[in-house]
């Protein structure tokens, strides 16, 4: 994500690029991609905002929760 911004993406168009736009480019929108009923789906949240730094989600040590498959593997919220 961090190299997609240093080539002009916004943080946010880096995040869709690699998410629903990817998932259109295989043509699997109607699995994945987004956050939606129905879809597959793994999430990550970190500690501080990526739309302002998108290397928030290059740092592990600032991801505080994850979810595959729905279940939480990773959770460091208090």
């Known amino acids: 994500?961090?190299?997609m911004v240093?080539?002009?993406l916004s943080p946010m168009e880096a995040i869709v690029a690699t998410t629903r736009v990817?998932?259109?480019c295989l043509g699997w929108q109607d699995?994945?991609?987004t956050l939606e009923r129905?879809?597959?789906a793994d999430v990550v949240v970190a500690a501080t905002d990526p739309l302002a730094d998108i290397r928030?989600?290059?740092k592990t040590e600032n991801i505080v929760l994850v979810m595959q498959e729905g279940?939480?593997?990773k959770?460091?919220?208090p």
């Open 1 to 3: 994500l961090g190299l």
């Open 6 to 8: 240093n080539v002009g």
């Open 22 to 24: 990817a998932a259109e």
């Open 31 to 33: 699995r994945i991609g």
């Open 38 to 40: 129905g879809k597959l």
């Open 56 to 58: 928030a989600l290059e």
């Open 71 to 73: 279940k939480v593997v």
């Open 75 to 77: 959770n460091l919220r």
